[in-house]
Structure formats: structure tokens, C-alpha cells
């Protein structure tokens, strides 16, 4: 069956702009979280959402990172007013069910700002 | 708060042995993952404990002790493939999954 599915694949925008990343987890998956990896760097949690609970923020670095999951589905990640730190592959991934089932990745967005 | 630590880079011979240690120290605990991740690719699920003992796998184990915040995970019959940055991640209470830093292994001929 499909995988996790993210887009885009690659993302340029200058310092400023704001973007939106795309996830479409696994269908029948209830969890689904973010995820940003800087080069060479392990994996920086951001958000998680489970079922139709309030999702689990805090992991977002500020104010201008938000994400919202519409009808227990596609999720989409915006970052405003775009900072050069904020570089880095953003990975999404999804679970079965939020207890002792394994995260399957999506292969990411990589994002570069200028 | 959680901390999570691997050593950052190991290296072994093909055909060897080599065992990744992973150390943690969190607000509760619900289970320890194991993930690999090739460079440039997506991490893929390896391993799963939950309780004390060695989970075995083809020619990877996973050890974890809860008492003592500690796992390894044990790679046996090192293939050039295996090479790769070798994730461990633990579920708090609150089920959100959170990584260590990884550590990368180089095998060599």
C-alpha cells in the first residue's frame, strides 16, 4: 500500500516568505508528527497529533511555526516569515495508533532558505 | 526533561560484531525504538522494547534494562549495507517519540 507522502519533495523561498509542507500519512493512521533534521543532526520533534485529541505543540521552535491536521488526515506545516535557521529536512511520519506501534516516515521536504 | 545519549560515530570491519549503546533519561517511559536511517533517506523502524530482555531479529537484537535507563542494539554478520545512522527513540509518558542524536557507522572492508 502507499507510504507516508510529503510535498514538496524540495523547497527554495528567500528569507521572509512564508511556505507550507504537505503530509498524507498512511490511511487508518491515527498518530501523525513532524519532525525537523538539520545536516548531520538527529531528529528535532515539533508536533504530534493523535486522533481528534488537541495535538502536542511543544515542540515548535516559535510563534512562526503552526501545523493543523484536517479531518484526521493530511497535515500541513506552515513556517511564516521564513528564517535561514530554520533550514533543514522536515520529516513527517504516522502510526498505527499512538502506543508501541513504529513511526513510518515520509521521505521529507527538504527546505532551504535563502 | 528528556536526554537521550548514543555515541556519535562508531566503526567496524565487515562480517564483525558491533553493539550501539543508548542511554536515556526521561519523564516516564513507554517503550524504546530502534531506527535506521541510510544517508539522504527517510529513518526505517528496526526494533521495539518494551519490557527487560534481548528482542532478536535476523541478525539484529535489541537489549533494554528500564532500571538501569539503558539499551544497545547488537548487529551481527556486518554487511556493507549497514552502513548508516543508527537511531534510538524513547516514548515519555506523554507518547510523543523523541530521538537521540544518532549514531552513524561506518563498516569497512
Known amino acids: 500500500g502507499a507510504g507516508v507522502s510529503q510535498s514538496p519533495s524540495n523547497k527554495v523561498t528567500e528569507k521572509g516568505k512564508d511556505v507550507e509542507l504537505r503530509c498524507d500519512p498512511i490511511s487508518g493512521h491515527t498518530a501523525l508528527y513532524w519532525y525537523r533534521q538539520s545536516l548531520g543532526q538527529g531528529l528535532e520533534f515539533l508536533i504530534y497529533f493523535q486522533g481528534n485529541s488537541a495535538p502536542d505543540k511543544s515542540g515548535l521552535p516559535s510563534d512562526r511555526f503552526s501545523a493543523e491536521r484536517t479531518g484526521g488526515s493530511v497535515s500541513t506545516l506552515t513556517i511564516q516569515r521564513t528564517q535561514q535557521e530554520d533550514s533543514a529536512v522536515y520529516l513527517c511520519?504516522?502510526?498505527?495508533?499512538?502506543?508501541?506501534?513504529?513511526?513510518?516516515f515520509g521521505n521529507g521536504t527538504r527546505l532551504t532558505v535563502t | 526533561g528528556q536526554n537521550i545519549d548514543q555515541p556519535t560515530e562508531m566503526t567496524a570491519t565487515e562480517g564483525a560484531i558491533v553493539q550501539i549503546n543508548c542511554t536515556y533519561q526521561t519523564s516516564g517511559f513507554n517503550g524504546l525504538f530502534w531506527y535506521q536511517q541510510h544517508a539522504g533517506e527517510a529513518p526505517t523502524f528496526l526494533s521495539y522494547?518494551?519490557?527487560?530482555g534481548l528482542e532478536e531479529k535476523g541478525r539484529f537484537s535489541s537489549f533494554l534494562s528500564r532500571s538501569k535507563g539503558y539499551s544497545y542494539l547488537l548487529l551481527k554478520e556486518l554487511q556493507m549495507k549497514d552502513s548508516a545512522s543508527y537511531l534510538c527513540?524513547?516514548?515519555?509518558?506523554?507518547?510523543?517519540?523523541?530521538f537521540g542524536s544518532g549514531t552513524r557507522l561506518l563498516v569497512r572492508p
Open positions: 522494547n518494551v519490557l527487560d
Open positions: 527513540a524513547v516514548t515519555p509518558a506523554s507518547y510523543k517519540l523523541i
Open positions: 511520519a504516522s502510526s498505527l495508533t499512538a502506543y508501541n506501534s513504529p513511526l513510518h
